[in-house]
């Protein structure tokens, strides 16, 4: 439904790494980029920094309120903007990554696991909790880090620092619907650093990843 909000998520195939390197991440926020808009296929040739100037050219079918990318899996918030469009982006955004991932690994079948999964945020609390919990996802990648916070933070293939550290990008658009439920950007870093209430992420429990 127009101007919903959704939770999605998909993963690879039997658990496999969907990217593998830097340049796989930067072609799929491209595509994040490219794919938003109505008038355009399945094609994923341009870079990040092609990508982001020429994002204002676009007719957004979705606004990307977060996200994170992981190895092997990635989530999204997403708002409806058009009839149909959180399934035709999606659909776009998988077929593009897929065509490109097989390209550059000599490779070919099935990348994710399915259609990506989506369940629709039916309020403000479940929104928090939400962003609160795809923005922790990295936390079990720390890989040792002396500051755990510090890495997921600027972990560099989600939205969190655009979040805490108010820093602009043509990614995101929206975001201000759980923004401006906290007083700053301090009050979400508080938010964050509450990981350890199990009573908060418990809300968010059905959609951890084995």
Do not use: E, R
């Given at each position: 439904m127009n101007d919903k909000y959704y939770h999605v998520y998909n993963r690879g195939v039997d658990k496999r790494q969907i990217?593998?390197?830097e340049s796989d991440y930067y072609r799929f926020l491209a595509g994040m980029i490219i794919f938003n808009d109505i008038q355009n296929k399945a094609n994923l040739t341009k870079t990040l920094k092609e990508?982001?100037?020429e994002a204002d050219k676009r007719k957004k079918i979705v606004d990307i309120i977060a996200y994170c990318?992981?190895?092997?899996?990635f989530h999204l918030i997403l708002k409806q903007c058009v009839d149909g469009g959180i399934p035709l982006f999606l659909k776009k955004l998988g077929i593009g990554y897929t065509h490109y991932f097989d390209?550059?690994?000599e490779r070919s079948?099935?990348?994710f696991q399915g259609k990506s999964k989506n369940s629709l945020i039916d309020n403000d609390a479940y929104l928090l909790h939400l962003s609160r919990y795809i923005h922790l996802n990295p936390a079990e990648l720390d890989l040792g880090a002396d500051d755990k916070f510090d890495f997921v933070e600027n972990y560099p293939w989600s939205s969190c620092r655009f979040y805490t550290q108010n820093k602009p990008?043509?990614?995101?658009?929206g975001q201000e619907i759980v923004l401006e439920q906290f007083k700053g950007n301090s009050d979400y870093v508080s938010f964050l650093k509450d990981y350890q209430e199990e009573r908060d992420l418990a809300l968010v429990k059905d959609?951890?990843?084995d």
């Open positions: 990217f593998q390197n990508a982001l100037n990318l992981m190895p092997n899996h390209k550059k690994y079948g099935v990348l990008t043509k990614i995101l658009s959609y951890l990843f």
